[in-house]
């Protein structure tokens, strides 16, 4: 009897239940913000892919769950712009992937948490992806850093 006690024991304190896993993660809301008339153009539409981008990184990271909304997010990421900093206007052909323009891209995001505190996560590379992808782990690196901060100042939801 003691020794299947002492074997469920362990094997509990091994392999943690995806319950609270999944209660301990950290929520985000992760968004842009659009022009208050409806119009799309390219500067939306830029961010809305950085959003995507940044949103599948995350979505990997099961200490992270990602929320549609701000209700009930413990960190809010705005993706502020995502843009060209630098363009030679040169075009390299890289075969078979096709031709590319040598443009540096930024992406900048801001991080909040609580009512006082906001940060910037910036990307930049000449792939915008990659771009993305720096923001992304920027997020998912100051989280890490502060998550019993984070988990503490959480508001009990209902």
């Not at 362990?10 to 992760?30: G, K, M």
């Amino acid at each position: 009897m003691s020794v299947l006690l002492v074997t469920v024991l362990c094997y509990s304190l091994l392999i943690p239940s995806t319950v609270s896993q999944s209660a301990e993660a950290v929520q985000v809301y992760l968004f842009t913000a659009h022009p208050a008339n409806g119009i799309t153009d390219q500067a939306s539409k830029d961010r809305d892919r950085s959003v995507k981008n940044i949103a599948g990184r995350l979505k990997r990271d099961k200490a992270i769950k990602l929320v549609p909304s701000r209700d009930g997010a413990d960190v809010i990421v705005e993706v502020a712009e995502t843009i060209v900093t630098r363009s030679t206007g040169t075009e390299r052909d890289h075969g078979i992937l096709g031709k590319t323009k040598d443009d540096e891209w930024l992406c900048r995001a801001t991080l909040r948490f609580g009512d006082d505190y906001s940060t910037e996560m910036r990307g930049q590379h000449l792939l915008y992806a990659i771009a993305d992808v720096q923001v992304a782990d920027g997020v998912k690196d100051w989280i890490k850093e502060n998550r019993e901060r984070i988990l503490t100042a959480r508001v009990p939801r209902r």
